[in-house]
């Protein structure tokens, strides 16, 4: 196999120290745990980034340890793997940066800070796995070291959240195990992209790896939230602003959605799935999901609610593009990884602010917030638009693919689904964004910080600023060299090569 | 036999304990924790130097006195052996630590137990006696040290509900250890010898033989608290002081399963049937999902991780129908074999870090608050993090979630399931799994949660909370060698080996 | 019947009723009586198979180890004794209330 590096094993290394550091300083060292969070998240850009310029000219790094017998703990870098790590890291930094003023003076927070690190690591990991007992390494991982920031604040409503959330994720993850478990013994220890493993036993153990795909299927469709495994996602929206932001937009459900992605892509193969009808059952729940996740958005007045179940509906986004067998909707559900991710995590940095501004959790009480933090309100709105699928932000890119892909499978009931989401998507935001630019302001509010002369902490306004812009970005830049776009599309390509 | 390399190390494994605790016997009370503590910290480098010796040698024997057996006694050291002594030594390190600081703080109200140590290093001695044992009559000579230690270390806080629960415990390892002898005795007397390695050999099937490896099962199985004789021991582990739960959970009923993996794999192969596998197979199934279903009924920490006890050594007993193969299936071609040793010895090395590290916190917690009812855990991260951060990740070992020793367990047992095809286990071990992390999440949820009054969290050691959190930690570093560690066991004999049952032997095994 | 049968299988039978007596009693001084029974069979049925297999003169091994027998026995039953003893000088229980 290739040469051993420990590049990938010191992507990890960068979020691991500083958090087990973090922990073991005193909770009055705020200068130090700063500089140690900030230190390990740029780390961990650099290393990311340096790491994709070597695998752009060919270099291959991989680490490999045998645990025992023929179980093997390995990180591989593969595109798709440097994709998912690539959003984790960037998102991660404008977090930590977000999260430091977010929690200015919170309690805890050293806890905070380093279950945070100890997350990102988890998600880095399921990003650069292996294969995929690695993958479920990280996936049980990343379940643990969210618990204590999902119960974070300590309340009894938060520590009943706790509960849900970890019967669901723990349940998901012993489905998983079962699974992981049963391929590795009818099909050995395999390593993402050896699809041509499960290709020569489908002719002897089809029923069998029919079974194994559902059970790994519904193992990580609780992270990825889709019908009816959704029910914990809305319920963790207790945690605070920063965890809400980073790990229910980006690292646990996209864990989910990652995973799926790699089960259908990189384990059983796309030619071998489709050819075993493993995915029309995908294809439905995702759509019914989507369009569920979006109607119950509809009746939400608490904002992060509301947001919550749009990301129960945009998830499966993702993997509606994965059951659609086709460059194009591949190349959707892949770039739709990172779009959605960046446009969420605007959104749910906007309702951190105001709440934290403005002390507002509810959407009825939005009106003119606009006018008084333009910017935060701006990057929402870019990132609304980016929602309902309008050029020239990210959304549109990801629904163009998807809907041309559904053409192109001959799927049109899919055309139909993300022509009713997109709806839903204006139906539910769109009030949000009409309240806050053109209903009068509440004159009575008053801000609950003092910031100056910035609408609020710049802390907390340069992170919805930056991953705004982002989302446009994306979207703008979608045909340029190196854009989310193209490296989705190089990676749906050698998908479809023969 | 005898052409093994022969080394003073076993000899030294019993005799220093020994020794050492005559010798604490000597002085006051202070005097004996200080011989006792650094007795134990002697008997454990001793121990992982033994541990070395055989990594660097192989098996190494010891013939006492120079007195050949039969009325000589022999010491053998194999890999597994070594391993078992090896865990014996780090984990009652930590222990032995714990406790010198544990009693010192309670000196002045309760004389500090200095005879804790006495006993303790005796239990050691019998431990790594047990461990290295080539004779059944020496098994249960170094099952009745560690039987009477044991009690006398569980009712040595003298409370009532803790004499009473020792009482049980004591009559209940005088009946186990009666159980076995009486195996012992006709086995001798059908064969004239007790040496397990020529038992191995020429021990036939028979009705005699069949008899004597019921009731030496049974015995065994009364002294691991193996479903359904597992009443005794939530009382037992309970009610005694905190590093004694620790020992008896982590160690002592290792000790039983011990023998009865070696009995079962090196001796009675030939009157062992796949019937016989799936029994105590599903004994210990049944002791998995009730421990851990009574476990998750409890309001009291340390009867929580007692109940969990009898679950985590049920997970053990189901490692027998693995080894114990189908007729007609011969050992070169199950796969399983190996996965399922493996699952068998991380489950002991993982429950004993993680067991220890859990009574010891419950000890922290009681001396913290004056009692261990879970309701007043509330706000525990607040006040002792150390020791809630202990508690969860030994608990997260005990679920068997990644990348603890109790998954490389559990992720083993599974595997050795679907490989040999005996599917139904599966679904018990996951049960498992979830009504432990139901438990163990009840815990940590408290944990979080807000106090609701204002329960009066008494300053603790900090070193008392670091022993817990290093056991704790140890339970996931496990992991770590797993790789030259299953090399090492696989390089002596018994590892990876599995039992031909054969049709003939079958129809005795029935009888 | 040989000698050693009647031996062996007295030990049996005592064996039993020690065994039954354990389970069956609450009392303490039953339950240890009880396991000192069944120590008497077991002891008894190791020196029943050294008088079978004395050729000229009795198989020495069973007795070294009855006799070590005994002592743990009398060991753990003075042990046994002497918790009973003190539970009952505490509480003045002399049995097990809520034995399985």
Known sequence: METTSILPLLILISSLIPGTLIMLLREDQVPLRTFLNLLGAVAKVGLVGWVFAGYMRGEEYSFIFNLALDLTFALRVDQLGLFFAALSSVLWLVTTLYAIGYLEGGQHRRRFFAFFSFCVTASTGIALSGNVVTFFIFYEFLTLSTYPLVVHRGTDKAVEAGRTYLWYTIGGGTVLFLGVVGLFVTAGPIYFGQTEIIEGLISTHSTQLTILFFIMLTGLAVKAAIFPLHGWLPVSMVAPAPVSALLHAVAVVKAGAFGIVRLVYDVYGIRIADQMNLLTPLAIFAAFTIVYGSVRALFQDDFKKRLAFSTVSQLSYIALGVAIVGFLSTTGAVVHLVHQGIMKITMFFAAGNIAETYGYSKISQLNGIGRRMPLTMGAFTIAVFGMIGLPPVAGFVSKWYLGLGAVEAGSYWVVLVLLASSALNAAYFLPIVYRAWFCEPDQEAVPLLSSGRLETKALLLIPVVVTGLLSLAAGVFAAVAGSPLSIAREIAEKLYMP | ?511 | METYQIYNLTSAVLFVIGIGGVFAARHFIRKIIATIIMGGGVFLSFVSFAERDALTFADPVPHALVITGIVVAVASAAFALALARRIYQLTGEESFTNDK
């Open chain 2, 1 to 511: 036999m005898t052409d093994l390399p022969t080394s003073p190390f076993p000899a030294f494994l019993v005799g220093l304990p020994v020794l050492l605790a005559t010798l604490s016997l000597f002085f006051r009370a202070r005097g004996k924790a200080v011989v006792g503590l650094a007795g134990s910290l002697l008997t454990g480098v001793m121990a992982l130097f033994a541990l070395f010796e055989v990594t660097r040698r192989g098996t190494v024997i010891h013939i006492l006195g120079g007195w050949e057996p039969p009325l000589g006694i022999l010491l053998r050291m194999d890999p597994l052996a070594a391993v078992f002594i090896g865990m014996t030594a780090v984990v009652g390190i930590f222990i032995s630590l714990y406790a010198w600081r544990y009693f010192r703080a309670q000196e002045a109200t309760t004389g500090g137990f200095p005879l804790f140590w006495p006993l303790w290093l005796f239990l050691w001695a019998g431990l790594n006696g047990l461990f290295l044992s080539n004779d059944l009559f020496n098994l249960f000579v170094t099952l009745e040290v560690i039987g009477i230690s044991a009690v006398a270390l569980a009712v040595l806080s003298g409370k009532k509900t803790a004499l009473v629960a020792g009482l049980r415990y004591l009559l209940v390892a005088i009946t186990g250890s009666m159980a076995y002898l009486f195996g012992v005795a006709l086995i001798y007397g059908s064969t004239g010898t007790l040496d397990l390695g020529l038992l191995g050999q020429v021990l036939e099937p028979g009705t005699t033989t069949t008899f004597a490896l019921l009731v030496i099962t049974l015995g065994l199985m009364i002294k691991m608290a193996g479903f359904p004789f597992h009443f005794w021991l939530p009382p037992a582990h309970s009610s005694a002081l905190a590093p004694v739960s620790a020992l008896l959970s982590a160690l002592v009923v290792k000790g039983a399963f011990y023998i009865l993996l070696r009995l079962w794999m090196e001796v009675f192969g030939v009157s062992l049937t796949y019937a016989a596998g799936q029994l105590i197979g599903l004994a210990g199934a049944i002791a998995v999902i009730w421990g851990s279903w009574q476990a998750f009924m409890q309001t009291s920490l340390k009867l929580i991780v007692a109940h969990s006890s009898v679950a985590q050594l049920g997970y053990l007993l189901m490692i027998f129908p693995l080894l114990i193969l189908a007729p007609g299936v011969t050992a070169d071609s199950a796969d399983w074999l190996s996965p399922a040793w493996t699952a068998g010895v991380y489950q002991v090395i993982a429950h004993a870090f993680a067991k220890a590290s859990f009574f010891l916190s419950a000890g922290i917690i009681i001396m913290a608050l004056g009692h261990d009812r879970i309701e007043s855990l509330r706000d525990l991260v607040g006040h002792m993090r150390i020791t809630a951060l202990a508690i969860a990740i030994a608990g997260v070992s005990l679920i068997g979630l990644p990348p603890s020793g109790g998954f490389m367990a559990k992720w083993m047992l599974l595997k050795g399931i679907f490989l040999s095809g005996q599917w139904w286990w599966a679904p018990v071990v996951l049960t498992g799994s979830l009504l432990t992390a139901g438990y163990v999440f009840m815990l940590l949820r408290l944990a979080f949660a807000p106090a609701r009054e204002k329960e009066a969290f008494r300053p603790v050691p900090r070193s008392l909370e670091v022993c817990a959190l290093v056991l704790a930690l140890g339970s996931f570093l496990i992991v770590l060698p797993a790789d030259n560690l299953i090399q090492f066991l696989q390089s002596g004999e018994v590892f990876g080996t599995g039992i031909e049952s054969i049709m003939e032997g079958g129809a005795h095994g029935n009888d």
